[in-house]
């Protein structure tokens, strides 16, 4: 079986396409630095005339305003007018009120992220555990399902397996499992990677793959570009506890960004789109190629599936790319109040 590598995902609008719809259609009331901006290209910015009120209130009504002219013009090009759209129904669900920021510090979703996470889902879709030769079982019992913890011993067998039977699919995918663990990803998110690549390249040899080898390899792609994501936000930080991280040059950073966006491709022609397993995934390549509004969307649409804080960090990060001042400040205020150590993250996250 052959997947076919789709090409990078890259918006269709150029800066110049922006600069010029920027002049005729919004009509100068947004900043062309904004517009043009490569972590958030289509943002509005924050109009500058307010009255005397509810600012935050105001601000909203007059920027959901603003975004009914452009999107009212048949001419506009698809793309932008679903990143359009996807900020104005934010925009149009956000509640300025600041007792919201309660509910949120609660663990509890506001009614907008209620409205967006109680929209129809598919079914889930569970990682196959996949034993084809009947050596693997024992040994994944012992590593994750046994009554003790495993043993020295336990991975030695697992490793004396490979040695016998290096293309035994079962065991390539147990030993992923094994090595993709957070406790792992520091020091060997690049054997994660590796170890994913010889899964997928197994999976592909076979000649009418069921669907049950379908979603194994939609989730090793998952777990490849998890590993990779990992590795760049760590080379984006200082004295970074990811191993290799700081040493990564641009052309390594801008390979790893491209793989980990074309998995959505992949996993999506392997398993169909929107299946809520791989959203961290689709928000990575969203925000990669400048649709922060729809990222947003999609964030909200899987709140209850993450951690709250996780929420609440890829929520302000993505208000402060779109330069939602009001919304931003509010969602920074819920998480002022969690204590540092209990902060998280989404596991795949796109860093700018």
């Given at each position: 079986m ?16 922006l ?9 100068l ?5 904004v ?28 920027q ?20 359009l759209?996807?900020?104005?129904d ?9 007792n919201?920021?309660?509910?949120e ?15 129809k ?18 040994l ?14 336990d ?12 293309g ?7 030993q992923?499992?094994w ?5 792992y990803?520091?020091?060997?998110w690049?054997?994660i ?8 390249s ?35 930080l200082p004295?970074s ?23 959505l ?25 400048g649709?922060?509004g729809q990222a947003?969307e999609?964030?909200?649409?899987n709140?209850?599936?993450i ?23 509010q969602?920074?205020?819920?998480l002022?109040?969690i ?14």
């Amino acid at each position: 079986m052959t997947i076919r590598r789709p090409p990078t995902l890259r918006p269709e609008l150029t800066p110049a396409m922006l600069r010029r719809f920027s002049l005729s259609v919004l009509g100068l009331l947004v900043p062309l630095s904004v517009l043009s901006s490569p972590a958030s290209p289509i943002a509005l910015a924050q109009l500058q005339t307010l009255s005397r009120g509810n600012v935050d209130a105001q601000w909203r009504d007059a920027q959901v305003k603003e975004f009914d002219r452009p999107l009212a013009d048949n001419q506009l090009p698809k793309e932008l007018k679903q990143e359009l759209q996807a900020q104005r129904d934010w925009l149009v669900k956000w509640n300025p009120k600041t007792n919201e920021t309660a509910s949120e510090t609660n663990n509890q979703p506001n009614s907008q992220a209620k409205n967006l996470a109680d929209a129809k889902t598919l079914p889930p879709l569970k990682e196959p555990p996949l034993d084809p030769s009947g050596l693997a079982g024992k040994l994944r019992v012992a590593l994750f399902h046994g009554k003790t913890p495993p043993t020295l011993k336990d991975t030695s067998a697992l490793q004396s397996a490979l040695s016998e039977h290096s293309g035994d699919v079962g065991l390539r995918q147990l030993q992923l499992h094994w090595i993709d663990q957070m406790r792992y990803r520091n020091d060997y998110w690049k054997e994660i990677s590796d170890a994913s690549g010889r899964v997928i390249s197994l999976l592909e040899k076979q000649k009418k793959p069921t669907d049950e080898m379908k979603a194994a390899m939609a989730f090793a792609h998952y777990r490849k570009a998890r590993a990779l994501a990992h590795a760049l936000r760590g080379a984006k930080l200082p004295d970074s506890p990811v191993a290799g991280a700081a040493k990564l040059s641009d052309e390594e950073i801008q390979g790893y960004r491209d793989t980990v966006s074309e998995s959505l491709a992949i996993v999506e022609q392997l398993v169909g789109p929107d299946h809520a397993e791989f959203f961290q995934l689709k928000i990575f390549t969203l925000r990669r190629d400048g649709w922060s509004g729809q990222a947003l969307e999609l964030l909200e649409r899987n709140v209850d599936s993450i951690d709250q804080s996780a929420y609440l960090t890829e929520k302000l990060s993505l208000l402060e790319a779109l330069k939602w001042q009001a919304p931003a400040k509010q969602v920074s205020t819920a998480l002022a109040a969690i204590p540092t150590e209990q902060l998280r993250a989404l596991e795949i996250q796109y860093v700018p």
